[in-house]
């Protein structure tokens, strides 16, 4: 059987946290002993968080970890998960309604707070739905049956008479009914979270499974939510950092005095650091602008040669996946296909830029950032500062989006650098041009693919190397006994990063394109040489659910071309036909329609999950058809929305999504996966239209030449 | 300078060239109107000045002064919600929310000029406006609702 992809012997996620601090300050040691006193870590006091009894110091493995009940009966649900627009604020309070059979207003969720929920690694990789939901689950499962032996010993009465609906414990027999809030009167749920819980099966669901709205909805439409960017303190200074000149630019001396004489401003020189706050935006800019520096220039790849680079930079990454004998399988095989596809860095262009309001109270830090990891800027943070965790807390409040982008915290740590020093709350927001300059990439790769099949289509040889993207999705689920699949990591001279979906777009792509190429070769219908290479139920649904929405099996018109495209990410399952227009007058191509089938095991809210499929194909159009960033001599080129081009309403084609609900499947992340397949969809079309088989990610950024 | 907000006025010490943007956010902490771009193609910053969709990014404070600047503030009366802002909350059209505000203000300003658009012409009235989630369709969906709603 084929290797299931999520179980590769690649790392699929090693961008997650591949990315550095990006300053290193130079704190000397008697600042160091200072900060650190007596060597003891201090702890913070316990946090009075209007929301109940703070959950320090309690163990993740009690059940008051990540939940509390107050004597009204309100739920307050604490995660380290991070809130940036994927609505788990309302889907992991749906699950949590669910098991302890609450209703959803009486939940508080408390997101992305080091000192107030328990550590998290981030939200990343679609982890949260999978990961955090059970989880939860169990703890609300947990609180459940022990409110109801708590309920069964006060009552002294037998308690499978008790049961627990709408936040009430009711004895069946009397109809008596207490609110849980009487029953838990308060205190906090010491008690281990039972692994072995009896959860709920997703058939029974009434609250999780159904579309609950957003559950801070009315905070967004009505501008209230206060992101990082709108924060204000008392006393708060703007800050501005001083950019290098190009990538790869070191700086050699910095002149201050100008900024220093300027009323108010606080300059800030510390190794590679340089920055400026003041109280205003515009003095700090003035500020800024007034520091006379003097780099250092190395020579750096431009866009056009960056593949060549990136071959020539690689190393073998030695755990390659391989079986059979490729070389002798694709010299045997009677169709056969080599090919080499490159794929531009991209940019993840979150609307709202990096931004961190940092505070200093004597040695401890409080830092806001528009993050995926806090705690991963808290040990940044530590770690840059030198000092113990315990003395810093990053607050995340819901995050104007990430997709992967946010996984550092810059702008939280360039503020606490000029706060130390203004010893005043500072705030630093990005703009866009450095949001496009300085924050990481979706890395750009090379990927070479040879394959080989029989006469009457079976795949006999697969050799796949993907240099620099990623191994996430490099494997085939395609069923091929000769195989070998490497990924060979690379110098980038830009900063690189994770992106929604990781290396699975860029390698999806690459497979698909193959596969589809093959099939027309083969002179078999691309949906049927899939599946009869296919073993994997679950993909087979997908493709034979989007093929059915899409019409697969009708002929286009003149110009027209319909492409088909699948893939596995993460435990979750995705298909996509696409129709294009190809306008031979402008030499362009226009998506005119898709239908996406996805499916990630149970639903917890159909509409949410829809938004999410519809967001991911949208954002993948981008990637497919125009983004790119261009560069050269360590500059950017195009750091600006008007020369980088993002999807908007004209470019949305008709959408057709069909949700598979697998209620006997526990529920997976959706987050990502949905974005892999419109690109080789796409593609697909555009060759079944033109002929042209095109090899590189975006397709046609200027067009299409036939 | 004086400026009217929300039908109401403020005084501002402000340098002439300052961005109506950064006025409204820094100095009086209207913060419901976004940076995105800061170069008038994002419209996260989207405000109406005598009720037309302006991108205050692009626009200096002083050059709206003593006009009626409407920001996403001053757009539920009386604790009731906007049309606009009641149909994309039934519709459930965000996900991050950053460009909630000027997507919102710019569907005022459209169903303001033309209260029943076609699909074009929202198209052609919204291209400006970037939701990097790619809530698109919901917010077409929402704009549509925003049209049953003015109508009833």
């Not at chain 1, 690649?10 to 704190?27: C, D, G, I, K, V």
């Not at chain 1, 009167?185 to 609250?207: P, T, Y």
């Not at chain 1, 394959?451 to 689920?477: Q, R, V």
């Not at chain 1, 499916?599 to 509409?607: D, S, V």
């Amino acid at each position: 059987m084929a290797k299931k992809s999520n179980e590769s012997v690649f790392a699929p996620e090693q961008y997650e946290l591949a990315e550095r601090p990006s300053h290193y300050f130079t704190m000397n040691r008697r600042d160091f002993f200072g900060i650190l006193g007596s060597g003891i870590a201090i702890t913070f006091a316990a946090v009075n968080t209007g929301y109940g009894l703070s959950i320090e110091g309690l163990p993740e493995n009690q059940i008051g970890a990540w939940l509390h009940i107050a004597e009204d009966g309100a739920v307050t649900i604490y995660s380290g998960k991070a809130e940036v627009g994927q609505n788990i604020r309302t889907s992991l309070a749906q699950v949590v309604a669910e098991e302890l059979g609450v209703e959803m207003k009486k939940i508080t969720m408390i997101l992305g707070d080091t000192a107030l929920t328990p550590y998290d690694r981030g939200t990343f990789g679609s982890r949260s739905t999978p990961y955090m939901g059970p989880q939860l689950r169990k703890a609300a499962a947990s609180a459940r049956e022990l409110i109801l032996d708590l309920a069964a010993a006060e009552w002294k009465v037998d308690r499978s008479l008790l049961s627990i609906n709408d936040g009430n414990v009711t004895n069946k027999n009397t109809n008596e009914t207490v609110n849980i809030g009487k029953i838990v009167k308060g205190k906090q749920l010491v008690q281990a979270v039972d692994d072995k819980v009896a959860l709920k099966k997703i058939d029974d669901w009434k609250i999780a499974g159904t579309s609950v709205k957003k559950v801070n909805g009315e905070s967004f439409v009505t501008g209230r939510h206060k992101y990082v960017s709108d924060m204000k303190l008392p006393g708060m200074l703007y800050g501005k950092i001083l950019r290098a000149p190009a990538y790869g630019a070191t700086l050699i001396s910095a002149d201050l005095s100008e900024a220093k004489k300027i009323t108010g401003v606080v300059a800030v020189h510390d190794g590679d650091f340089v920055g400026v706050a003041a109280v205003d935006l515009s003095t700090a800019n003035k500020a800024l602008q007034s520091i006379k520096a003097e780099w250092k220039f190395e020579p750096q790849p431009s866009r056009k040669e960056i593949f060549d680079h990136l071959r020539k930079t690689s190393k073998a990454d030695d755990r390659a996946e391989k079986s059979g004998d490729v070389s002798s399988a694709f010299s045997k095989a009677e169709v056969k296909i080599g090919q080499t596809f490159n794929v531009d860095y991209i940019a993840h262009v979150p609307l709202e830029p990096r931004a961190g309001v940092a505070q200093w109270e004597g040695s401890k830090l409080t830092v806001w950032a528009g993050t995926q990891r806090p705690f991963g800027v808290q040990e940044d943070l530590a770690d840059v500062f030198q000092i113990p965790k315990q003395n810093i807390r990053v607050i995340q409040p819901d995050t104007g989006s990430g997709y992967g982008g946010k996984h550092t915290g810059e702008a939280g740590m360039e503020a606490a650098r000029l706060a130390k020093e203004a010893g005043k709350p500072v705030k630093v927001v990005w703009t866009r041009e450095e949001e496009f300059t300085w924050a990481y990439f979706r890395p750009a790769g090379v990927i070479d693919v040879k394959a080989g099949a029989d006469k009457i289509g079976m795949l006999t040889s697969w050799e796949f190397h993907n240099y620099n993207s990623g191994g996430s999705g490099i494997d085939t689920p395609y069923q091929v006994k000769n195989k070998l699949i490497q990924f060979h990591p690379s110098d980038s001279p830009l900063r690189q990063g994770s992106y929604r979906g990781l290396a699975a777009t860029a390698n999806n792509f690459a497979r698909e394109s193959i596969m589809d190429d093959l099939a027309t070769d083969l002179k078999i219908d691309p949906l049927e040489f899939r599946l009869k290479n296919l073993s994997e139920k679950r993909m087979i649904d997908v493709l034979e659910a989007a093929a059915k929405a899409f019409g697969w099996g009708t002929k286009p018109e003149k110009d027209h071309g319909f492409g088909i495209a699948c893939g596995e990410e993460k435990g979750s399952y995705v298909a996509a036909c696409a129709e294009i227009v190809f306008d031979r007058n402008e030499n362009d191509v226009k998506v005119l329609r898709a239908a996406v089938a996805f499916e990630c095991g149970g639903i917890i809210n159909p509409n949410h999950l829809e938004n999410q499929i519809m967001g991911s194909i949208i954002q993948g159009l981008g990637g497919a058809l125009f983004e790119r960033i261009d560069f050269k001599d360590g500059k950017i080129l195009n750091p600006k929305l008007s020369a980088y081009r993002v999807p908007r309403f004209g470019d949305v084609p008709k959408l057709d999504i069909v949700m598979l609900n697998r209620k006997d499947l526990a529920p997976a992340g959706a987050g990502e996966t949905p974005i892999i397949g419109i690109a080789p969809a796409v593609r697909n079309a555009i060759a079944n239209a033109t002929g042209k088989r095109l090899y590189a990610l975006p397709l046609v950024p200027q067009g299409l030449e036939v | 300078m004086d400026l009217i907000i929300n039908k109401k006025k403020y005084s501002v010490n402000s340098t002439p060239e300052e961005s109506l943007l950064n006025v409204l956010r820094n100095d009086l902490d209207l913060t419901g109107t976004k940076y995105g771009c800061g170069e008038g193609s994002c419209g996260a910053c989207t405000v109406l000045i005598n009720d037309v969709a302006v991108r205050s990014c692009i626009t200096k404070a002083a050059s709206v002064e003593g006009k009626a600047i409407t920001t996403i503030e001053g757009l539920a009366t009386n604790d009731k919600l906007h049309p606009v802002q009641q149909a994309f909350l039934n519709v459930d059209v965000f996900q991050c929310s950053y460009c909630a505000s000027g997507m919102v203000m710019s569907t005022v300003s459209l169903l303001k000029k033309k209260p029943e658009p076609t699909d074009e012409e929202i198209i052609n009235g919204m291209q400006g406006n970037v939701c990097r989630c790619g809530t698109y369709p919901r917010i077409m969906k929402g704009i549509h609702e925003a049209i049953k709603i003015q109508k009833s």
